[in-house]
């Protein structure tokens, strides 16, 4: 079948490398790409949320699946815009519906599910500019630190962890009075703080059967011992060592089965992905956030130790025949550490030639921000690559990643040195 995959990361290079690896896919068309993907399938030349530029691609190619990688097109509603268009409502897109999609569109919807179908999470309340001074109140009530999230879409940005009540009460301000993130924070959910060790759960789900895909724990701050700025991920390491059965077990039960039950029961079509950010507070596992698409990194570690045939996966998605499936997992670790642009998140180049990539022997090169400039991989994005590697421990995958890191340059290169140093 000839498959449309949506999206330029990473996680849409890692999507890309195992279903052409699948007898089910015949062609692979990858909508923007890069340079990484443009190794292994087609690129074409549109955005994501191009949905126009999607459904005429869709007509002339003979596309028979869309895959949706990032939340913009999912929050934007791709999967409805299929479903109501009559020349391609019987093309599968494997991502949520608009409605679905608000998990992650916006944080009070996802809090209100939360509450609606029991499943654990912190205590919270949301303010907007007209009641921003409630906000500074309801502040002043709860113990440091302080988490404010914007309600929106921010590029996993929108998160901000204040020790001080001033600061945190004037950056709420700067958040909704003077729109720091933009629209995104024209409301902002205020969180009790929890504190724990995070981890990510990815369950892939037909609405009514799920998988629950392997955990892996992702790196966010831009600095080593999680110190500077958030970014999209600096790194992951999959499987998460300090998830036993047990918790496995209090995942699957209290928030897994109940997330998917509330799909069923809010009626709300959901066919793809969900990524459960959660925290281990005690041995208790407590819901941070969804996402309604995979990571990026944890994507890189994430589907490598996949066996089972993806497309086949999406597939029974695509007919609600998950249960129908075996899951395989590669038993070893697979750990990624993300090469970013010098300045990243804040102020980057690019275009920055990369050098070494044919000399990596013993691990995977997943592209990101990269695109070919007259057949030279330069760089296109503040995330470049994820050098990603096996090993029967997290420890030999990590160190293989670092040694293929110690091959590679572009220009002001920059990377953290210390990917799984705390599960040690």
């Known amino acids: 079948?000839?498959?449309?995959?949506?999206?330029?990361?990473?996680?849409?290079?890692?999507?890309?490398?195992?279903?052409?690896?699948?007898?089910?896919?015949?062609?692979?068309?990858?909508?923007?790409?890069?340079?990484?993907?443009?190794?292994?399938?087609?690129?074409?030349?549109?955005?994501?949320?191009?949905?126009?530029?999607?459904?005429?691609v869709v007509l002339t190619q003979n596309i028979q699946m869309v895959v949706v990688g990032p939340e913009d097109p999912l929050v934007k509603g791709i999967y409805?815009?299929?479903?109501?268009?009559?020349?391609?409502?019987?093309?599968?897109?494997?991502?949520?519906?608009?409605?679905?999609?608000?998990?992650e569109g916006s944080k009070e919807f996802a809090k209100e599910f939360l509450i609606k179908?029991?499943?654990?999470?912190?205590?919270?309340?949301?303010?907007?500019?007209?009641?921003?001074?409630?906000?500074?109140?309801?502040?002043?009530?709860?113990?440091?630190?302080?988490?404010?999230?914007?309600?929106?879409?921010?590029?996993?940005?929108?998160?901000?962890?204040?020790?001080?009540?001033?600061?945190?009460?004037?950056?709420?301000?700067?958040?909704?009075?003077?729109?720091?993130?933009?629209?995104?924070?024209?409301?902002?959910?205020?969180?009790?703080?929890?504190?724990?060790?995070?981890?990510?759960?990815?369950?892939?789900?037909?609405?009514?059967?799920?998988?629950?895909?392997?955990?892996?724990?992702?790196?966010?701050?831009?600095?080593?011992?999680?110190?500077?700025?958030?970014?999209?991920?600096?790194?992951?390491?999959s499987p998460v060592p300090y998830v036993d059965a047990v918790l496995m077990e209090?995942?699957?039960?209290?928030?897994?089965?109940?997330?998917?039950?509330?799909?069923?029961k809010d009626g709300i079509p959901y066919k793809g992905f969900v990524f459960i950010g959660l925290i281990n507070v005690n041995n208790e596992p407590i819901v941070i956030e969804y996402n309604v698409r995979m990571g990026d990194p944890e994507t890189e570690v994430v589907v490598p130790r996949l066996k089972t045939d993806l497309v086949e996966l999406f597939l029974a998605v695509a007919n609600e025949k998950l249960d129908e499936i075996t899951l395989e997992i590669d038993e070893r670790s697979a750990t990624t550490v993300m090469l970013v642009s010098g300045g990243y998140p804040e102020d980057f180049e690019k275009g920055k030639i990369i050098t070494g990539l044919e000399t990596i022997t013993d691990s995977i090169v997943f592209h990101a921000g990269t695109k070919l400039d007259n057949d030279i991989v330069v760089s296109n994005g503040g995330r470049v690559m994820a050098i990603t590697s096996y090993g029967d421990s997290f420890q030999e995958a990590i160190k293989k990643s670092y040694q293929n890191i110690g091959k590679l340059h572009f220009d002001k290169m920059f990377f953290r040195k210390d990917i799984g140093n705390d599960l040690l």
Request: aromatic share 8%.
């Open 80 to 103: 409805d815009f299929f479903l109501n268009d009559a020349a391609i409502k019987h093309i599968p897109v494997i991502g949520p519906s608009k409605i679905g999609a608000q998990l």
């Open 250 to 264: 209090k995942i699957e039960t209290r928030i897994v089965k109940p997330t998917i039950d509330g799909f069923q």
């Open 117 to 237: 179908h029991n499943i654990p999470t912190a205590a919270y309340d949301s303010f907007t500019a007209e009641t921003v001074e409630n906000g500074c109140a309801f502040l002043a009530t709860l113990q440091p630190p302080y988490v404010l999230k914007a309600d929106g879409l921010a590029a996993g940005k929108g998160v901000l962890i204040i020790h001080d009540l001033a600061e945190a009460q004037e950056e709420l301000r700067n958040m909704l009075v003077h729109q720091k993130f933009g629209a995104a924070s024209a409301k902002v959910v205020i969180e009790e703080f929890l504190d724990g060790i995070e981890l990510s759960c990815f369950v892939l789900t037909d609405g009514k059967n799920y998988k629950i895909l392997p955990t892996a724990k992702d790196y966010k701050r831009i600095g080593d011992g999680d110190t500077g700025l958030n970014t999209g991920g600096m790194g992951a390491v």
């Open 1 to 56: 079948m000839n498959i449309l995959l949506l999206g330029s990361g990473g996680r849409e290079h890692a999507f890309a490398w195992k279903m052409v690896q699948s007898p089910l896919c015949d062609t692979l068309f990858v909508a923007p790409g890069n340079a990484g993907t443009a190794a292994i399938a087609t690129n074409l030349d549109f955005s994501a949320t191009d949905f126009d530029a999607i459904k005429n």
